[in-house]
């Protein structure tokens, strides 16, 4: 599951189903992202749910905006002749509250966006069993999976590079 702000309300009443149904040995990883710490909605329940279900269940909180996976001052120090290597970059300010979030086997935390990289190091491979489910805004379904009113997966869409085809991704 890939939620992005309030995104996550799909994904909650899918996971309660999921998680609450007894026998039900569904396995699920949630990235979920947002801006900030406080953004963060029903993080309680989730952690709950890390907690009591963590054997299958795991959430990954995906905290910052897309420039945290960039490196500030790069193409100025390039034009000015400088060293533009990532040790003498500035890095973007870490999230407010980033430290204080759990990280165990049933709960991880990612700095910056959802993308390609994020869905590699937490989800499940691609295969016939595997479902993606995808909520948030428009330029998450862009760069993840393709426009949300659109049927199909663009090839240049970070999914299809994974390896998951159009039958196992949802888009809500």
């Avoid at 759990?102 to 709960?107: I, L």
């Amino acid at each position: 599951m890939i939620a992005v702000g309030v995104g996550i309300a799909p994904m909650v009443q899918a996971l309660e189903k999921i998680l609450e149904t007894p026998g039900d040995k569904t396995e699920v990883v949630l990235l979920y992202g947002n801006r900030s710490i406080r953004d963060i909605l029903l993080r309680e329940k989730l952690d709950e749910w890390s907690r009591v279900h963590g054997h299958r269940f795991k959430v990954v909180y995906a905290v910052g905006s897309r420039w945290a996976n960039v490196h500030f001052g790069m193409k100025k120090a390039a034009k000015q002749g400088f060293s533009t290597s990532i040790d003498d970059l500035k890095q973007p300010p870490v999230a407010k509250g980033f430290e204080s979030l759990e990280v165990s086997a049933s709960q991880a935390k990612e700095l910056g966006w959802v993308d390609e990289s994020a869905i590699r190091r937490h989800g499940f491979s691609p295969s016939d069993e595997t479902r993606v489910f995808v909520c948030g805004l428009p330029g998450v379904y862009d760069k993840l999976c393709g426009p949300r009113t659109e049927r199909g997966l663009p090839a240049d869409s970070a999914l299809a590079r994974l390896g998951f085809q159009e039958g196992g991704v949802v888009k809500f």
